[in-house]
């Protein structure tokens, strides 16, 4: 049998992540499916980057001041890839992280402001109140945000890699780019935070 090369081998392994989320899938066919599942729990951690956590933050009727204790709720939308990301980390043979923009949150009455006047310790709460959903929110600013998500990725991006013209998109903003970096910057600056040796990244 031929020797496996370094690129069969990460094949393998991104075959049997990919599996983990349904026991019914082609894994089944991968001699001692549970034991290759526990060999890779050991080996990698799932960290999943997405623009928003499919999480919201509100405020503790237990803090009407600062520094805020945080109630936290599932966002609505992207349905699909969180029900997905969802599957990793519900299932006992993953170990997966999720890490994104947290938003904004919402007041006691109901509104919502952007998180850049929060104190140091209020976003440390935010921090703390998303380690049970194995959770890492990243604080944007919220023109970056727009420019990053809004503008620069659905505006650019999105009609490049979807064979769409770019004459049905908004005029081209230049601060979208510098948005996009920057709002990329935060993200690796967080990843690097947490990240070990063997972790994917998806």
């Given amino acids: 049998m031929p020797k496996k090369t ?14 983990l989320s349904r026991n019914d899938s082609f894994a089944g066919a ?13 080996r990698v951690r799932i960290i999943a980057v997405t623009h928003f956590l499919p999480f919201a933050v509100s405020v503790s009727e237990e803090t009407p001041n600062e520094p805020y204790q945080w109630n936290v709720t599932r966002r609505r939308g ?4 969180y029900a997905g990301i969802r599957s990793l980390i519900e299932n006992p043979g993953t170990d997966c992280m999720q890490m994104g ?9 109901g509104n919502e ?11 440390c709460n935010i921090v703390k109140a998303l380690e049970e959903y194995h959770a890492v929110p990243v604080f944007i600013d919220k023109d970056d945000a727009h420019g990053h998500y809004e503008g620069y990725s659905k505006q650019i991006l999105w009609p490049l890699f979807h064979y769409m013209s770019w004459s049905d ?8 780019w ?17 990240y ?3 972790d994917i990244v998806w």
Avoid at 30 to 42: G, I, S
Avoid at 187 to 193: D, E, I, R, V
């Fill in 78 to 81: 992207h349905t699909a890839m």
């Fill in 30 to 42: 991968v001699e001692q499916p549970q034991n290759k599942r526990d060999e890779l729990k050991k």
């Fill in 169 to 176: 998109s908004h005029p081209v903003q230049p601060n979208w």
């Fill in 6 to 19: 370094a690129l069969d081998e990460s094949a393998d392994l991104r075959l049997q992540v990919v599996s």
């Fill in 101 to 109: 923009w947290i938003g904004y949150y919402q007041d006691l009455s």
């Fill in 178 to 194: 510098n948005s996009y970096n920057k709002v990329n910057k935060l993200f690796a600056t967080a990843l690097t935070s947490i």
């Fill in 196 to 198: 070990n040796a063997g």
């Fill in 113 to 123: 402001h952007t998180c850049d006047s929060l104190s140091h310790e209020s976003r």
